[in-house]
Nanobody, 122 residues
Framework: VQLQASGGGLAQAGESLRLSCGAA????????VGWFRQAPGKEREFVGA????????ISSDSMKGRFTISRSNAKNTVYLQMNSLKPEDTAVYYC????????????????WGQGTLVTVSS
């Protein structure tokens, strides 16, 4: 199963974007799905994840209350809703899958999809 993130683009500070993670070659419902981001010159950061049953977490206090992860297995898609965007949210965003029980930890993810660029201007 190959995952691909989409929906990135240019936003102004305070605006919202919704990213999608689609699956090709299989059902996303079989996996826990995590979101990650990598800003220029920085290491990849774990944003959060959603379990197969729909339980979601956001890993960082800087994103809690602004970012939400959800899924629609019927649409074979996982979403990352980003509100109140800030310039520091500028990054390439990736989704990844795992079947490990420690799905709420970034280290559980190994199978990465193609990312989508989010640029937030001030």
């Amino acid at each position: 199963v190959q995952l691909q993130a989409s929906g990135g683009g240019l936003a102004q500070a305070g605006e919202s974007l919704r990213l999608s993670c689609g699956a090709a070659g299989g059902a996303v419902g079989n996996y826990h799905v995590g979101w990650f981001r990598q800003a220029p010159g920085k290491e990849r950061e774990f944003v959060g994840a959603v379990s197969r049953s729909g339980v979601s977490i956001i890993s960082s206090d800087s994103m809690k209350g602004r970012f939400t992860i959800s899924r629609s297995n019927a649409k074979n898609t996982v979403y990352l809703q980003m509100n109140s965007l800030k310039p520091e949210d500028t990054a390439v965003y990736y989704c990844a899958r795992t079947v490990r029980t420690d799905w709420n930890r970034g280290m559980a993810y190994e199978h990465w999809g193609q990312g989508t660029l989010v640029t937030v201007s001030s």
